[in-house]
């Protein structure tokens, strides 16, 4: 597609309950980015998927939380039992490979998630 | 370890006037360093970047930044600033020296800019 597009743009949940958000990146990039915005708390990273590579899981907050890419392409993060601490933006970001790819990343408009 | 440091959390400006939001880095070996800007209730997106070349770089919407590698800073500047420009600025960096040309970027924690009438 055009952009990077992540669905759904909101989603409020009970707590305790799963919650699976999607990332659609940009046809033909290889590298695929999960962050979590809170107020006042910058970008914080979450997962990195490259190619067929195993991910770079190392931002995961707990093991309530998991990723998986399917296929190169379409990206779900799913969050186990949400606490009220989850809630946040959640922003998805993908990147070409080779020298462009230092060109940074492209954004999606992210989910909004709240536990209440 | 990997960081940037954006000092102010909010930057006040009279339009028309220069603007400067400040970063900072620590990064080992050279960096790669980038600036987005995100509107509200919109994704980030990006302004400009340096990866090599000449220190100054022009990015989008009129700003550009300034590698300084002994201050290990890439300050935002914007010699006359519109009301437009009121959003949360993100600096970023990443490792250039590295096998794989993809990687993490590491971001700021932002800088809200407000420009008055």
């Known amino acids: 597609g055009a952009g990077v597009s992540q669905s759904p743009s909101n989603k409020v949940t009970e707590k305790g309950k799963d919650v699976e958000l999607r990332c659609d990146p940009i046809s033909g990039h290889t590298a695929l980015y999960w962050y979590r915005q809170s107020l006042g708390q910058g970008l914080e990273f979450l997962i990195y998927f490259q190619g067929n590579s195993a991910p770079d899981k190392s931002g995961l907050p707990s093991d309530r939380f998991s990723a998986e890419r399917t296929g190169g392409s379409v990206s779900t993060l799913t969050i186990q039992r949400t606490q009220q601490e989850d809630s946040a933006v959640y922003l998805c970001a993908s990147s070409a490979h080779g020298r462009l790819a230092n060109y940074g990343y492209t954004f999606g408009s992210g989910t909004r998630l709240t536990v209440v | 370890a990997q960081s940037v440091a954006q000092p102010e959390d909010q930057v006040n400006v009279a339009e028309g006037n220069p603007l400067t939001v400040k970063c900072t880095y620590s990064?080992?070996?050279?960096?790669?360093l980038f600036w987005y800007v995100q509107y509200p209730n919109r994704g980030l997106q990006f302004l400009l970047k340096?990866?090599?070349?000449?220190?100054l770089v022009k990015g989008s919407y009129g700003f550009e930044a300034e590698f300084n590698k002994s201050q290990t800073s890439f300050h935002l500047k914007k010699p006359s600033a519109l009301v437009s420009d009121s959003a949360l600025y993100f600096c970023a960096v990443r490792p250039a020296d590295r096998g794989s040309t993809l990687g993490r970027l590491y971001f700021g924690r932002g800088t809200q800019l407000t420009v008055w009438p």
């Open positions: 340096y990866i090599t070349g000449d220190n």
């Open positions: 990064v080992s070996g050279n960096p790669y």
